[in-house]
């Protein structure tokens, strides 16, 4: 299959705390895009992560794809307010020319 | 730059009408798409271009149609609006032909009652 499954689907937390959203699937991906999601606007890509053990770290969100390019992972260090929204994952579908995506993570940060 | 520009932003219709969803880009992209966005289900593609005159089927691409006469414009139309197309729809573009980190317009919104 070539389904992406986001988990957990909703998470809220206080200002402050860490957080760890992951991406999974049960076939390899060549490469995996990560989009973030703010109310009334359209994604915005935050990285691609290309290389299986890969981490890429953007401030305070570290990115990583797993050594057998199944799954990623995306944490944020010490979450504000300001990264409240909708994390989504992406990967390339095996037909070619089709991005495909998780069904998402809502995150919200309470001051 | 202004980037992809959809218009509307927002839209209600009755079932049965038909409207047209535009899309623009001015980024020279030659790969362009439609996503439909509902709740708890992430983005799906109804139909993708990867150049003028060149389109294909997404995921969910019954009740849409579109086309691809320019590379600037990538229309979704909706021929018999249904209450199950109430729902965020994102037009983006990437170089390439897919696969590309993606570019997203804002958004229309449209409601079917």
């Known amino acids: 299959t070539q389904l992406l499954e986001q988990s957990p689907q909703f998470l809220s937390i206080q200002e402050g705390e860490n957080l760890t959203v992951y991406c999974n699937s049960s076939s390899v991906f060549s490469s995996l895009q990560w989009y973030r999601q703010e109310p009334g606007e359209g994604p915005v890509l935050l990285v691609t992560v290309v290389t299986g053990g890969e981490v890429k770290k953007l401030k305070r969100l570290t990115f990583q794809f797993g050594d057998a390019r199944k799954d990623s992972s995306l944490h944020i260090t010490a979450a504000q307010p300001g990264d409240t929204g909708l994390y989504l994952c992406a990967r390339l579908g095996n037909q070619g020319g089709k991005l495909i995506f998780g069904q998402g993570t809502e995150l919200s940060v309470k001051p | 730059n202004a980037g992809v520009t959809q218009t509307p932003k927002f839209q209600v219709l009755k079932t049965g009408q038909s409207m047209t969803l535009q899309c623009a880009q001015d980024?020279?992209?030659?790969?362009m798409s439609w996503y439909r966005q509902d709740p708890g289900m992430g983005l799906r593609l109804i139909h993708y271009?990867?150049?003028?005159?060149i389109t294909d089927q997404g995921e969910v691409p019954n009740g849409y149609n579109v086309s691809r006469s320019t590379t600037e414009d990538f229309p979704l139309r909706l021929l018999s609006a249904a209450p199950s197309q109430t729902s965020v729809y994102f037009c983006a573009s990437s170089w390439g032909r897919g696969g590309q980190p993606q570019h997203f317009g804002d958004g229309t919104r449209l409601s079917i009652l």
């Open positions: 980024m020279n992209h030659e790969y």
């Open positions: 271009s990867v150049g003028a005159g």
